[in-house]
C-alpha cells in the first residue's frame, strides 16, 4: 500500500480514494480524513504516535480495514464497534492493556493485537461469529473466555508467548481451525533442542547478499568454509522481535529440533559468535529454480493463500506436492511437533512436483503427557493440509487437463472431504493420509 502525505490530503488531490496511509508522526487523527468518507475502506495510520481515535469515526461508513500498529494507544478504542463496516483491525505493537466490549464491530473477521499487555479479554468476543483470524501472540493472557467457543469460524489463531496456564478443551473442537500458533506460554515450555546440532563460528562465514526476509528474520547467501572445503549457504539471522506468530527463538528450536527429511530444508549447523550476539541458523542452499507455490493471504481473502494467475498443475505433480507435504507433516508429528502454518506460501516446489516445507514460525510443541491432546492438535493441523489439497485439486481440474484421471481426482476430493470435515475427531491423522496418496503415485503396485 503506497504511502500517501498529509499535504495531499490536505490540497484535495486524494479526493476518491479508497485507501489511505499516512505515517508522518501523527499525535491526533487528521480531520481532513473525514472529506474521504464517501470512498474510503482501508486506512493505514501504523507508525505515529496515536493514542485516541475520534468519536464521529463512523462517518467513515464504508470502512471495511483500519491499521493502527507501532503507536500508543493503552486501550482498544471503543468507538471501532460503532463502525457498522469495519472487518479488519490492526493494532500490533502498542501499549494496549483493556480490550472494552464495545471496541469490537459486528462484522469484524481479522482481529491483530500482537504485542501488547493485554491480560484478559471479554467474554462478548463469543458474539463475534463471523471472525476468521486472531492474533493475540506477545501479550499476558492468563485465560480465554469461554464464549469463544461460540467463534465457530475461527480458523487461525495465535496465542504464543502469552501466560496461559492451559490450553482450552474448546479451542480443540473448533470445526474450521486450522493453523494455531501457541508455544512460548508455561502450560507448553517442553521441546528440548536436539544436542547433535553443530555451532557453526561466525569467523566461517563469509556472507554476501540477501536472499529474502520475513517476519522472524532476514536470510543471506553465505559461503561456509569447514574442513572439508567451502560450500555455498543459506544463513538465517534471526530478529529477536516479537513477530505476529511468537517468538523467533521458539521458531528456532522446533527447526532444529524437526531433524532431518527429505520435505525439509536441511539444518546444517547453529550460529555461533556472532560479533552482536545474534541468533542464526545456517541452511542448506536451495536450488534457485524452487519457487513458493502461491503467495500469502490477502486482506481479501483473509485466510486463504493467493495463487498467481494462471497458476495450473499437472495432477500427477499435485499428488507428488501434497505427499511431499503430508510427509514432512508426519514426521514433524512423530518428533512433537506441529508446523502451525501449513500454507503454499511456505512451501518452495521446483520441477516435477518436488516439495520443502519452510518457515517454522508458528511451530509448537505437542504435549508428551496427553497423546488426546496432541492428537487433536495433530489433526487440527490436517484441516490446514485439507485446504491445501483443496487448492491444489482446483489448479489440476479436468476442465484445466482433459487427460486427467478422474478415478484419482474422486479418491483426492475424498481424501480432502475427510481432512476438512468439521468433525476434529473424524479426520485422519498423516500416516493415514501418506498411506491414501501413496496408492495414487504414478507407477504405484496396488
Not at 463469543?126 to 485465560?143: E, F, P, V, W
Not at 505437542?366 to 487440527?380: E, G, H
Request: aromatic content about 4%.
Amino acid at each position: 500500500m503506497p504511502m500517501n502525505t498529509l499535504e495531499d490530503l490536505r490540497a484535495g488531490k486524494l479526493a476518491g480514494s479508497r485507501r489511505l496511509k499516512l505515517a508522518c508522526g501523527l499525535s491526533e487523527f487528521p480531520r481532513e480524513i473525514f472529506a474521504l468518507a464517501e470512498t474510503l475502506e482501508i486506512l493505514d495510520l501504523s507508525g505515529n504516535a496515536l493514542a485516541t481515535l475520534p468519536g464521529d469515526l463512523p462517518r467513515l461508513h464504508k470502512l471495511r480495514i483500519l491499521f493502527c500498529s507501532d503507536n500508543l494507544f493503552t486501550e482498544l478504542p471503543a468507538v471501532l464497534g460503532q463502525c457498522a463496516e469495519l472487518e479488519m483491525v490492526g493494532f500490533k505493537a502498542n501499549r494496549i492493556r483493556q480490550v472494552p466490549a464495545a471496541a469490537l464491530p459486528p462484522k469484524l473477521r481479522w482481529l491483530i493485537l500482537t504485542d501488547n499487555q493485554i491480560d484478559a479479554l471479554p467474554p462478548e468476543i463469543g458474539r463475534c461469529t463471523r471472525l476468521q483470524k486472531l492474533m493475540l501472540a506477545g501479550n499476558r493472557l492468563r485465560s480465554l473466555p469461554a464464549e469463544m467457543a461460540n467463534c465457530t469460524g475461527l480458523e487461525l489463531v495465535r496465542i504464543a508467548a502469552n501466560q496461559l496456564d492451559t490450553l482450552p478443551d474448546w479451542l480443540l473442537t473448533l470445526p474450521k481451525l486450522s493453523w494455531l500458533a501457541y508455544a512460548g506460554n508455561p502450560f507448553c515450555q517442553g521441546g528440548a533442542v536436539q544436542s547433535g546440532i553443530a555451532p557453526i563460528h561466525w569467523d566461517d562465514l563469509q556472507v554476501s547478499h540477501q536472499l529474502g526476509e520475513g517476519a522472524s528474520g532476514v536470510i543471506h547467501h553465505a559461503e561456509w568454509r569447514s574442513a572439508g572445503g567451502t560450500q555455498p549457504v543459506a544463513l538465517k539471522l534471526f530478529k529477536g522481535a516479537m513477530t505476529s506468530d511468537g517468538l523467533p527463538l521458539n521458531e528456532m528450536n522446533a527447526c532444529i529440533t524437526a531433524g532431518t527429511h527429505p520435505n525439509l530444508i536441511p539444518v546444517l549447523g547453529r550460529l555461533a559468535a556472532h560479533p552482536e550476539e545474534a541468533h542464526g541458523l545456517v541452511m542448506a542452499l536451495i536450488d534457485c529454480n524452487f519457487r513458493n507455490l502461491a503467495g500469502p493471504p490477502s486482506l481479501d481473502s483473509c485466510t486463504r493463500d493467493v495463487y498467481p494467475e494462471g497458476a495450473s498443475f499437472d495432477l500427477d505433480d499435485a499428488i507428488r506436492i501434497a505427499l511431499g507435504i503430508a510427509s514432512a507433516a508426519e514426521h514433524l508429528h512423530a518428533q512433537g511437533i506441529t508446523h502451525g502454518d501449513l500454507y503454499a506460501h511456505n512451501i518452495l516446489h521446483g520441477a516435477d512436483g518436488q516439495a520443502l516445507l519452510g518457515d517454522f514460525g508458528a511451530a509448537s510443541f505437542l504435549p508428551a503427557d496427553d497423546p488426546l491432546v496432541a492428537k487433536a492438535l495433530q489433526r487440527i493441523e490436517v484441516r490446514a493440509f485439507g485446504c491445501l489439497l483443496e487448492e491444489l485439486l482446483a489448479f489440476s481440474a479436468i476442465d484445466r487437463h482433459p487427460t486427467v484421471n478422474p478415478e484419482k481426482v474422486e479418491k483426492l476430493k475424498s481424501l480432502q472431504a475427510e481432512c476438512a470435515q468439521e468433525n476434529v475427531s473424524a479426520r485422519p491423522l498423516f500416516n493415514e493420509i501418506v498411506s491414501v496418496l501413496n496408492a495414487l503415485m504414478p507407477g504405484h503396485q496396488q
